[in-house]
């Protein structure tokens, strides 16, 4: 069984990022809005500041309080949006504010995490990182039948649409549809965020399947949506949990901030 390894192949695109900066003297500004004191989002915001340090892009971060009213929110938004290359409010936002708004006040030419419902202009992080991960092993998607598992507009929305783009037959699953189904696909993309959900009797042999859960457990292990002792060996390939997408969607952030810059520079 291969282990689809997001944190070799994260560092072969960072390196060819920073090539490209350094060639095309760029000097990219990258803004995190952090909401609340969520410790998981201070971690995770943490090592993209320290990765954007590596690659040699300027992040700054602005932290509000829990407190803050939403319209001042989303005012600081578009005001501070001015001032750099690429914005990102980091998730999850504290419940009583309305996610898909605050993300909407993110100008679709600033949003590198391509979580505004409307834009058309960036791929998604997260299935933009998916797919590289894929892409990287030459794992073809074109005929393949493909099981995609929760269908946030987040997350499995925008992978669903991309696998399509590559030729592939895709089936989306939800808690109304269920895994029935999941056990004929090739390729498994899961993305429900519910440890262990995905067992040996929901996959074939040979499927290649792609965790994209990150679940936290009371030890503060961290795993995936899959259920890797009950899977077993039966797979072909399967990326790992942590290790796996988390690596490759941070640097997918980067990727589309510099893909920005060189649109707007040319």
């Given amino acids: 069984m291969k282990i689809l390894n997001g944190i070799k192949v994260a560092s072969i695109i960072e390196k060819k990022l920073k090539e490209k ?19 998981a989002s201070k971690k995770y915001i943490n ?12 992040a700054i971060k602005l932290k509000y309080s829990k407190n803050i009213d939403e319209e ?47 834009n058309n202009l ?7 990182g998916v797919m590289d991960l894929l892409f990287y092993y030459k794992i073809n998607l074109k005929n393949k039948k493909v099981s995609v598992v929760g269908k946030s507009y987040l997350v499995g929305k925008p992978i669903a649409e991309l696998c399509l783009k ?11 549809t269920g895994l029935i189904g999941s056990e004929k696909a090739d390729i498994l993309i899961v993305a429900a965020g519910q440890k262990n959900l ?17 679940n936290v457990l009371t030890n503060k292990k961290i795993v995936g949506d899959v259920d ?39």
């Fill in 47 to 58: 090592f993209k500041m320290k990765k954007a340090f590596q690659i040699n892009i300027e």
């Fill in 72 to 118: 001042k929110l989303i005012n600081k938004i578009k005001k501070n949006a001015k001032n750099v290359d690429g914005l990102i409010v980091q998730l999850p936002l504290p419940k009583k504010y309305n996610t898909k708004k605050i993300l909407n006040a993110i100008p679709l030419e600033k949003d590198v995490d391509g979580l505004n419902p409307k």
């Fill in 198 to 214: 995905i067992k040996n009797q929901n996959i074939k042999k040979n499927v290649v399947i792609i965790d994209v859960g990150i």
């Fill in 228 to 266: 890797r002792k009950s899977v077993g060996k039966k797979p072909s390939a399967i990326s790992p949990v942590p290790g796996g997408v988390g690596p490759m969607t941070v640097i997918s952030l980067f990727s589309n901030l510099i893909d920005i810059l060189n649109k707007n520079n040319k």
């Fill in 21 to 39: 900066i350094k060639k095309n003297n760029l000097k990219p500004k990258l803004l995190i809005i952090q909401v609340g004191e969520n410790k």
């Fill in 122 to 128: 960036i791929t998604p992080a997260t299935a933009r």
């Fill in 166 to 176: 590559n030729g592939a037959n895709v089936k989306v699953h939800d808690k109304l």
